[in-house]
């Protein structure tokens, strides 16, 4: 009996013996050789660096790295996200939120944003309007679209301009607090229907509304019927079936949401446009380490990405790495000119003054290392911004003024405004993980390193903490750290950030410290009804000298449009003015 | 005390017990939190905020806030789980079977290694297969589990390709019905080896990860409580009449081994729905600690409240089972004394 015992006790010691060997074996052998197999796709971006619109005609892969002979999940593009929607009602969707993806793919607009760039595209209106083209009134108030004919919804109902008045009037109608249909109604004063012409009549002249507010996800255009079979229209109500389901006539049907986990969209056979090549499914995988290693496996075409994790995937065998063009949504620090010090966390010293002084804006601006954020935090994938203007934006131009660390200048600024001998401490609320943390980092380490006498906490908090403390209305924190919301034009961007009575100039009381508070408002408010471009570059520009002089953020730098892809994926190509994850999804093949 | 009894009565405290945790659990939802978290964006007016707030009740008292969500519990309505965009009781069903099937075969890999690997360990005391078992054993415990089951990740998944991440194939998961919500268990009632092999090859790295570290637990708690009953006179006795070691090591030892393993067995079970939380995570599962952790970093009160309610009510009832199993296994052990 004990002889038995004991070939077992040999046979299972040989068998784990075995298994342990053969794990440390894989381990050891088989990830260096992806390491080095492939050029790295961001030290040859030669295929990358050609204009978006080049890559939706030519794979911007194919000279990156050669494709892989076996195409995992054929007939089905797989992208790993990060987020999971919360609604898929055109009516419900708040602006950068994960359904807006979704209803990109699966509604259609008047107009679209075409793969190039900024350039407006017909959508469901035939032509893009014009002055010249008759499609906006000579006053500029008035807009028509010509509604196409043959566009059939997924429910197989038909497209007219009735329907489209029905879908913007819905949003309107139903007004929910946690969509953004408040876009349509600051702007829209009527809209009709003029034979097959959907006209809009706006309250006052907007440069950015088709841009901004036609593009939208809010103005995509439901079916009516659809609408009118499953709940209706009922005023600060969501819908529930559209908050699950959709019934657009974009290119792709909703085929399933599996909630958490994947959402799965199907080609629409009757799509009146360019039919959609590959169904699609998008995995939920919150964790970054997973989704860089579906990438290499090649379970997945795409990958949310990060700059921060750039340097996992360069140079995987079979990936390629998509860094062309900008984000518009550079990262901001904000400073806060409505501080109560009652509110402020403990130990923080800054008065409510604090910067109310353009001094020591202008020194936190040069005191600021913005080498050290790009090369770090964006990892080499970002660059600078212009004050205030970031790249890509109407009015840009690399001659724009932008701050460079300049630690005398910084030294000379807080001198003159009196905190170099006395000091102070402060802390700036961040989210946690991240370019944003790695921001604050820096910004601690660029101010404690240029005098010992200053003192940057920096309270990184989880997700829900930071957008709790974000929204709070006297905001409790002296500075803070975010990206912008991403704006196809530059009125959007200056109406939120820099007008002294906009959203954030509201809640940090920008009057208190710009120079020429009314000057700046009245400069931003006539580049937004301007409808003459020339003009409107001037003004941005104007303002950007000015903003360069008395600034109200810190402006840390702006990633370049990121995205891992397998190298098999054809016609990649993506647009930061589209909903993240910036993607197309009917324009690709593999 | 009979066990029949003694279980009639641990029932009968429940309802009490579940009133004192659902007061726990409804402070601890609104002290944690705005409720309505998940649905605020810096753009929204306070009219928009207000409006957000009569639509989930929060404009009423406290006490009639409590009652409103309890009377809803009690009508199986679990409130509304921002996160997955779903009512609760819609998503509930699905999420728990996902967590506990993998949660069950983590621990038929735990128990079944861990016993095997105690027994051979503990009839081998301070062998070279008793060391080897030790190392194997401490050094789960010692391994993160999200450091292993990313390395199990590289290699089974990235480079070798043998196993995959998530739940299933979508489309063969569509293949078939799902009365359970179990995927192995749906795809045997359907008779689909193809999905039964799929929910396997799904379920392997996962369970392998989540079991390792309650193996490690088992794997010593058997090895000691065997080496220590293989000392008692009851085992020279057996030895004496002239039982072979085999049938003294399987009859005698190990059974009374398995009385105090049974308890870490027990106690493993909330290690191994714990641990779920990370491997779900990584392995793309599409269980609770997924739901959960999602819920948790976007503020959804009414997700982490039904969670806790509901994992509450699971450990209640799962201690009420490892009692009457303790007393199945030891007679001498008076339930309710």
């Known amino acids: 009996m004990r002889t038995r015992t004991n070939r077992f006790s040999r046979f299972h010691l040989l068998l784990i013996v075995a298994v342990v060997l053969s794990l440390v074996a894989a381990a050891c052998s088989s990830d260096d050789s992806t390491e080095t197999s492939a050029p790295s796709a961001t030290t040859a971006p030669s295929s990358d660096t050609t204009a978006p619109s080049t890559d939706t005609t030519a794979p911007s892969t194919d000279t990156t790295a050669p494709p892989d002979d076996d195409v995992n999940n054929p007939g089905v593009y797989v992208h790993a996200a990060d987020d999971d929607p919360l609604s898929l009602d055109p009516a419900g969707v708040a602006a950068g939120e994960a359904g807006e993806t979704i209803i990109l793919q699966t509604y259609d607009r008047l107009v679209e944003i075409g793969p190039g760039g900024p350039d407006l595209i017909p959508g469901l209106s035939t032509a893009v309007p014009t002055v010249e083209n008759g499609g906006i009134s000579a006053d500029g108030l008035t807009y028509t679209f010509p509604i196409r004919e043959g566009v059939t919804f997924h429910d197989g109902s038909t497209l007219t301009a009735d329907v489209v008045k029905f879908s913007w009037d819905r949003a309107l109608e139903m007004d929910l607090p946690e969509g953004n249909s408040s876009i349509l109604a600051d702007l829209v004063d009527s809209t009709s229907v003029d034979g097959n012409n959907f006209v809009v009549t706006l309250k006052d002249r907007n440069a950015a509304f088709l841009n901004s507010v036609v593009t939208a996800a809010v103005a995509s255009i439901v079916s009516q019927e659809g609408v009118e079979a499953n709940g209706g229209v009922v005023a600060g109500q969501p819908n529930e079936f559209f908050s699950s389901d959709v019934i657009g006539s974009g290119p792709y049907t909703l085929g399933a949401w599996n909630r958490g986990e994947n959402i799965q969209l199907d080609v629409f056979d009757d799509y009146w446009g360019e039919p959609a090549k590959l169904d699609v499914r998008i995995e939920q995988v919150p964790d970054d380490d997973v989704r860089t290693l579906g990438l290499r496996a090649g379970d997945f075409d795409s990958i949310e990405t990060d700059p921060t994790f750039v340097t996992d995937i360069e140079g995987a065998e079979g990936v390629t790495i998509f860094a062309e063009g900008w984000l518009l949504e550079p990262v901001h620090i904000g400073l806060n000119l409505d501080i109560r010090e009652d509110l402020l966390p403990d130990g923080d010293t800054v008065p409510a003054d604090f910067f109310h002084d353009p001094r020591v804006r202008r020194a936190f601006n040069y005191a600021f290392n913005y080498d050290n954020f790009v090369e770090g935090g964006l990892s080499g994938q970002g660059g600078v911004v212009p004050h205030y203007l970031p790249q890509g934006m109407l009015a840009y131009d690399d001659s724009l003024p932008r701050f460079e660390t300049d630690l005398a200048e910084a030294e000379r600024l807080f001198t003159e405004a009196g905190w170099w001998d006395d000091g102070f401490e402060m802390t700036v609320l961040v989210e946690e993980g991240g370019i944003f943390e790695v921001a604050g980092l820096v910004l601690k380490d660029s101010l404690e390193s240029l005098n010992p006498n200053f003192r940057i906490n920096v309270a990184a908090v989880v997700e829900v903490q930071f957008d709790d403390a974000h929204a709070a209305v006297p905001f409790e924190y002296a500075t803070w750290i975010k990206n912008a919301d991403p704006f196809a034009d530059p009125a959007a961007l200056f109406a939120a950030y820099i007008h002294p009575d906009g959203e954030w100039g509201d809640v940090h009381k920008f009057r208190n410290g710009y120079q020429d508070a009314d000057g700046i408002a009245a400069l931003i408010e006539e580049a937004a009804v301007s409808v003459d471009t020339d003009r409107r570059v001037e003004i941005y520009q104007e303002l950007t000298q000015l903003l360069f002089d008395d600034p109200m953020w810190v402006i840390p730098g702006n990633e370049k449009a990121l995205m891992a892809h397998r190298s098999w994926v054809q016609n990649f190509t993506m647009n930061p003015l589209w909903p993240r994850p910036s993607l197309k999804f009917a324009l690709f093949d593999k | ?337």
């Open chain 2, 1 to 337: 005390m009979q066990i029949r009894e003694y279980i009639i009565r641990r029932v009968m405290i429940l309802p009490l017990i579940l009133v004192g945790t659902s007061l726990i659990v409804f402070t601890l939802g609104r002290v944690g939190g705005n409720p309505i978290a998940i649905y605020l964006e810096h753009e929204m007016t306070p009219d928009e905020v207000a409006q957000i707030e009569e639509r989930y009740g929060l404009n009423d008292s406290l006490p009639e806030q409590y009652f409103a969500w309890a009377g809803g519990v009690l009508r199986g309505d679990l409130g509304y789980s921002g996160v997955l965009a779903a009512p609760v009781m819609d998503v509930l069903p699905k999420r728990l079977a996902a967590t506990l099937e993998l949660s069950v075969a983590s621990a038929i890999v735990a128990v079944s290694l861990g016993i095997a690997l105690g027994t051979f360990a503990g009839a081998r005391r301070n062998r070279l297969p008793d060391h080897l078992t030790r190392v194997f054993a401490i050094s789960g415990a010692a391994t993160p589990i999200f450091w292993f089951a990313i390395v199990l990740l590289i290699i089974f998944w990235v480079n070798l390709g043998w196993f995959p991440v998530g739940r299933s194939e979508p489309e063969i998961f569509e293949s078939i019905s799902h009365p359970t919500g179990v995927y192995t268990l749906d795809a045997l009632l359907a008779g689909s080896f193809t999905a039964f092999r799929d929910a396997i090859w799904h379920l392997i790295l996962p369970a392998v990860t989540l079991g390792y570290g309650a193996t490690a637990i088992i794997t010593r708690m058997m090895r000691s409580s065997l080496a220590e009953e293989l000392n008692e006179d009851y085992v020279d006795a057996a030895r004496a009449k002239g039982l072979p070691e085999r049938l003294v090591l399987r009859r005698h030892a190990r059974r009374n081994a398995l009385i105090p393993t049974v308890t870490v067995i027990g106690l493993g079970f909330g290690f191994l729905l714990q641990g779920s939380v990370v491997v779900e995570i990584i392995f793309i599962w599409p269980g609770m600690g997924r739901w959960m952790a999602d819920a948790v970093l976007r503020g959804d009160q009414a997700t982490i409240m039904a969670y806790v309610l509901f994992t509450s009510i699971l450990f209640l009832v799962v201690n009420l089972v490892v009692d009457v199993v303790y007393a199945y296994l030891d007679r001498r052990v008076v339930l309710g004394s």
